[in-house]
């Protein structure tokens, strides 16, 4: 099992639709969780990181779940500037390290 | 503040060439790290290096080295390029706290 599984996608969605991408990861040790952006040829950013408590940052909603070990992001009345691959990212106790996933695809359409 | 920065933005190489892939930042970052990213495989650590002359493998560190001769620079080499080099490569930073990771604008690379 991957340490970081992601939907691919790509995720093809109206303005305005609410879109939810899903997230696993396979160390129960893991500590700390985030979503991260990346447009198209460009460097990642942070996005949001996620709490135990689930947050939310705008029309953007994180939730974890140590239990099922399941990260979710839900994106609200989605924008064109939405459009981007999101990354899933963890980190482990103790760990210098962020393990990346494979990212998931969105394009927003107008 | 410029954050991350990297050079050369973008090299062609002949397989056997070598080349040093340079990493700035301006944000006194203890923490730096090298990735590679190739289509289907996302982001792949390389080298890393938690402080001023310390450097670790990472999970893909075979035909990489790396130097942390001074707190803001990190530099990657490659002594012998290979086509399955060919990839993007990005070079990030963090400090002690904050567990939030800058990256630079990342470097292409083609090695024919």
């Known amino acids: 099992r991957k340490e970081v599984e992601q939907d691919p996608g790509p995720f093809n969605v109206p303005e305005g639709a609410t879109v939810a991408f899903n997230c696993t990861y396979s160390?129960?040790?893991?500590?700390?969780f985030f979503w991260y952006r990346q447009d198209c040829r460009k460097e990642p950013k942070l996005l949001m990181s996620v709490y135990s408590s689930g947050n939310e940052d705008g029309r953007f909603t994180a939730q974890l779940n140590r239990a099922s070990q399941y990260i979710s992001l839900l994106i609200r009345d989605s924008k064109l500037s939405d459009s981007a691959t999101y990354l899933c990212v963890v980190k482990g106790a103790g760990s210098y390290q962020l393990t990346f996933g494979k990212g998931t695809k969105l394009s927003v359409i107008p | 503040n410029a954050g991350v920065t990297q050079t050369p933005k973008f090299r062609v190489l002949k397989t056997g060439q070598s080349m040093t892939l340079l990493c700035a930042q301006d944000?006194?970052?203890?923490?730096m790290y090298w990735y590679r990213q190739d289509p289907g495989m996302g982001l792949r650590l390389i080298h890393y290096?938690?402080?001023?002359?310390?450097?670790a493998k990472g999970e893909v560190p075979d035909g990489y080295n790396v130097s942390r001769l001074k707190k803001q620079n990190f530099l990657l080499g490659l002594e012998s390029a290979a086509p399955s080099q060919t990839s993007v490569y990005f070079c990030?930073?963090?400090?002690?706290?904050?567990?939030?990771?800058?990256f630079g604008p990342g470097t292409r690379l083609l090695v024919l």
């Open positions: 944000m006194n970052h203890e923490y």
């Open positions: 290096s938690v402080g001023e002359g310390t450097t």
């Open positions: 990030a930073s963090k400090d002690r706290v904050s567990e939030t990771q800058y």
């Open positions: 160390n129960s040790a893991s500590q700390s």
